[in-house]
């Protein structure tokens, strides 16, 4: 399993930006599908984007599409989510996730998680 840390969150205004970054350790990056999910409390995690090892794949839920950037860094095991233009219905609990030798929207099929990091959007 390969250990994720999310940063990056913060309370902003409506319209702002923020980067939001997970660092991977515990075992090499290759080959691993990268995904971000967010979740309010008492909903399912829902999907918000994901890339592939080699940037071939990248994928976007469609609230979110045009608006937020998904990439890596696989030099340093890291993977970014560059969200624009926030609205207070993006504030939610931003998590990193992890899967091998998929493609995958579903949060089930994603092995490994970090702690996530809160994204408070005010209007």
């Known amino acids: 399993q390969v250990q994720l840390v999310e940063s990056g969150g913060g309370l902003v205004q409506a319209g702002a930006s923020l980067r939001l970054s997970c660092a991977a350790s515990g075992r090499t990056f290759r080959g691993y599908y990268m995904g971000w999910f967010r979740q309010v409390p008492g909903k399912e995690r829902e999907f918000v984007s994901a890339i592939s090892w080699s940037d071939a794949i990248t994928d976007y839920a469609y609230s979110v599409k045009g608006r937020f950037t998904v990439y890596r860094d696989n030099a340093k095991n890291t993977v970014y989510l560059q969200m624009n233009s926030l609205q207070p219905a993006g504030t939610d609990v931003y998590y990193c996730?992890?899967?091998?030798?998929?493609?995958?929207?579903?949060?089930?099929?994603?092995?490994?998680w970090g702690q996530g990091t809160q994204v408070t959007v005010s209007s």
């Open positions: 996730a992890a899967t091998i030798g998929r493609v995958a929207r579903s949060a089930g099929d994603f092995g490994s």
